[in-house]
């Protein structure tokens, strides 16, 4: 029988051993042969590790964590991996979304055995960067992950996906070669990779040394924060939702935005020298959250617009987190600010997910992805064979969601993240980009009015056969969406006893649907209205025009990637 240590590492194997027989049936086996490894691959390395992962939660509610080094060697040569509550996290948050985004990829595509390999590679990658305590281990694991997506991104190999692919690559290998230098800087200091011994040999540096420390840390944060596409560093994300297929699009903005987030919390535990990092990055995420959605309501490309909407919600989730490292995890401020974050992440991969392949169906079957002139976009949809409005139903819901209207999943999120910050200037920001979320689906919504003009039948002879599997995806991420809103409060309990917090959690529906929040609800939604009103008009739609145009280039990637280096190290030092 296996025990706890051996269970703990099954997210990392059972994927990696599902893509091996995936990769080898595809190699020397049939087609018949090849399908079936298929989805024995994809039930060993996506659904088995979910069930093991959720039989250890007893144990992590006992102990904490278990603690392991990988192949049974001695600590000392071996690599130490941790599984605690955050890790439990992450990989569940993974699954969430890489499982119904595998299922529509079907019959949509890319839906072959290279694809499915890959997300299986993928998440084997995330699971380990959940659980690794050695600083060199996360920077491979971060480029496992990376090289992954990259593959994903092109994976339709078209000419524009295999450019944005392309871009990431660039921005990103060159953002992670500060991050071995920052690395290398606090193994010379402490001489230690791993986590804990790191933290040991910074404790007693003298006052320059500590400066040195701390350059090493804004060399490893920074790259992180690219990743995570805080602006300035966002830049090489638009082309890379917007151009990639469908499911990769979803599983971009709500998994791999949030893995390298909440892995930093163990880079950020490494001396108490970064938390005074953690202000600043809070106020780079409330910017980000306003000035993303602008750019958002400025877009005609609906995957950009979405694109951009991914941008602005991890600005909700860096502003909660930083201020919640700011404060101390061990402060009931700084823990219900974790989780606020963590449960907004959550349900921002579920209903972000959604929308991209709802948004995705619909776009294709209207041959359109231009906001203004695509209309009658579920006329289309019945054209092609949908006989039930699934697609536009399972958008309105993630619609919804975003933009936080009761009973689901975003209410209760961003009403938890916005009353955790009330009484800063955050909490204004938030309120307001809240109203812009509202403007930017009001906008987004229109593709599915009826169209004005008479639509031109589709030929009898293209219709395609709709596939269960599209469906199928679609509602999966649906209903977690209505479920996570109606069980919020113990969705939020589950997280803060993972997180060890959950006397910071006894938030019911009573707190969530008093007057306050019922009336910052209803003033956010009319807000919203108004500002689709003035967004509409002629000289909105002048404003509007000039923030579209003012899209960075390639070369400006690296310079504010210089720049978010240079302004950290300008406030620390």
Not at 257 to 282: D, N
Not at 389 to 416: E, H, V
Not at 458 to 484: D, E
């Amino acid at each position: 029988m296996l025990s706890n240590a051996n269970l703990m590492f099954s997210p990392i194997y059972l994927p990696l051993l599902g893509a091996a027989l995936i990769l080898v049936c595809k190699s020397f086996f049939p087609t018949k042969v090849r399908r079936l490894a298929e989805y024995v691959g994809v039930i060993i390395g996506l659904a088995f590790p979910v069930i093991i992962v959720l039989s250890l939660y007893p144990v992590l509610q006992e102990t904490g964590s278990i603690d392991a080094v990988a192949g049974s060697y001695r600590g000392i040569i071996g690599i130490t991996f941790s599984f605690d509550g955050l890790s439990m996290l992450m990989i569940l948050l993974a699954a969430s979304v890489t499982i119904p985004s595998w299922i529509y990829s079907r019959k949509v595509g890319p839906g072959h055995s290279s694809f499915t390999a890959l997300i299986l590679i993928q998440n084997a990658a995330i699971s380990a960067i959940a659980m690794t305590s050695d600083l060199f281990n996360l920077f491979v694991c971060l480029e496992v992950m990376g090289v992954a997506a990259y593959v994903l991104i092109a994976s339709s190999q078209k000419g524009h996906a295999v450019y944005a692919s392309f871009s990431y690559l660039m921005i990103s290998s060159s953002a992670m070669v500060f991050f071995l230098l920052g690395t290398f800087g606090l193994y010379r200091l402490s001489g230690s990779l791993s986590y804990e011994g790191i933290a040991q040999g910074l404790a007693g540096l003298g006052p320059e040394a500590q400066k040195t420390a701390l350059l090493c840390l804004v060399l490893l944060v920074v790259p992180i924060l690219l990743r995570v596409a805080v602006m300035p560093l966002s830049l090489w994300l638009i082309d890379a939702h917007s151009k990639a297929p469908h499911a990769v699009s979803a599983m971009l903005s709500g998994v791999l935005l949030k893995i390298p987030l909440f892995a930093l919390i163990r880079v950020f535990s490494l001396s108490p020298l970064s938390g005074a990092m953690s202000l600043p990055l809070s106020w780079a995420g409330t910017i980000t959250a306003l000035l993303a959605v602008l750019f958002a309501l400025a877009q005609s490309d609906a995957k950009q617009l979405l694109a951009y909407h991914s941008i602005s919600q991890i600005g909700y989730v860096v502003s909660a987190w930083g201020l919640a490292l700011h404060y101390g995890l061990e402060t009931r401020a700084g823990s219900l600010l974790l989780a606020a974050s963590f449960f907004h992440a959550f349900c921002h991969a579920l209903f972000k997910a959604l929308l991209f392949l709802s948004i995705g169906t619909a776009t294709d079957s209207g041959g359109n992805r231009n906001v203004y002139t695509l209309r009658g976009a579920n006329y289309r949809l019945r054209e092609e064979g949908e006989k039930l409005p699934l697609t536009m139903l399972c958008y309105f819901i993630a619609a919804l969601s975003i933009t936080a209207l009761p009973p689901f999943n975003g209410f209760f999120s961003k009403t938890l993240l916005t009353y955790s910050l009330k009484g800063g200037w955050q909490y204004v920001i938030l309120s307001i980009a809240g109203a812009a979320t509202v403007a930017s689906f009001i906008k987004l919504s229109r593709i599915f009015l009826p169209s004005r003009q008479p639509l031109e039948p589709i030929m009898q002879g293209s219709l395609p056969r709709f596939p269960v599997s599209l469906h199928l995806g679609l509602l999966m991420l649906a209903v977690m969406c209505v479920l996570t809103g109606v069980f919020a409060p113990q969705v939020m309990a589950f997280i803060g006893t993972l997180l060890g917090q959950k006397q910071a959690l006894g938030y019911g529906h009573d707190f969530f649907f008093n007057t306050p929040n019922m009336l910052k609800t209803l003033y956010t939604l009319l807000g919203g209205i108004l500002l689709f009103a003035v967004a509409v008009s002629k000289p909105g739609a002048k404003v509007l025009h000039r923030i579209k145009a003012l899209r960075g280039s390639f070369t400006d990637l690296f310079l504010g990637f210089a720049s978010a280096i240079a302004a950290l190290l300008i406030m620390l030092l």
